[in-house]
């Protein structure tokens, strides 16, 4: 029998999922966590779907060993590749993931949608086939960012090379009336700022965090896997890249807040 007290994981290729953890941390305050990065591995979004599903299966291997009772990808990236496999090889468990937050731009009436992520979450037919299940309600464009998840995993001090890598990406979009922004790369919203500066001011953000923690409490309160007393939160780091500097970064970004712009 699972143990209700035994924490939830969480899992990224590196500091993005850490900006989950931050919402589902505050949405379920009796539950513990574990979050791995596996920045040793990062980025995800370049590599074949295929070493993305062996990657997050060896992350879900330890955390299983430090005995979670339920998982959560909090990458899109790792989500649209491998989350099919992981089920598969782990039904014992459950295990739920976050997708770019189209349904959410599109159910708020947006019209003119663009969806940043990386190359592989933009190339998965779970992304094509939400893509063109919205296409009748908005215009929607895909938009792949090559480069920027890894730039931020190297924190403000890649600053100047976000700054350039974010201008050349965004200069074509500059006369369109984008009225809404998906983040579809949980690294993105450490940039927050400098992505909205490049949008008139009314345009709205979605990362869809608030949807995975909703989503999380009704799996574990279906599977009747809820803790039930308040406590003390616990909230644990595990990164493959297994460093006291690593660890030291995850541990300020959760507790500091994740713009790296403002750091
Ligand atoms: N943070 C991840 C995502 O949400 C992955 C970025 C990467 O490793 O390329 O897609």
Known sequence: MTNLQAPI?????????????RTLAQALPKEN?????????APYGEKAANTVIALSQQV?????????KAIVIACNTATSAAKPALIAANPDIPLLGI?????EAVDAGKKHILVMATPLTLSQPKYLAQRDRFSQQALIQSLPCPGLADLIEGGAAQLPAIERLLASLLRPLSDQPIDAVVLGCTHY?????LIRQKFAPSTAFYTGYEGVANNLKATLAQAQLLRPESH???VRFMSSRNTVSELKLYQQL??????????
Do not use: M, W
Request: a negative charge; proline letters at 4%.
């Open 33 to 41: 966590f574990i979050f791995y990065g596996d920045s040793k591995n």
């Open 232 to 234: 003390q939160q616990q």
């Open 60 to 68: 879900v291997d330890e955390l299983r060993k430090q005995q979670v």
């Open 254 to 263: 959760f507790d500091h807040g994740i713009e790296i712009a403002h750091g």
């Open 189 to 193: 919203p450490f940039i927050t700022e």
């Open 99 to 103: 997708e770019p937050a189209l349904k």
């Open 9 to 21: 994981g969480v899992f990224d290729s590196g500091v993005g999922g850490i900006s989950t953890l």
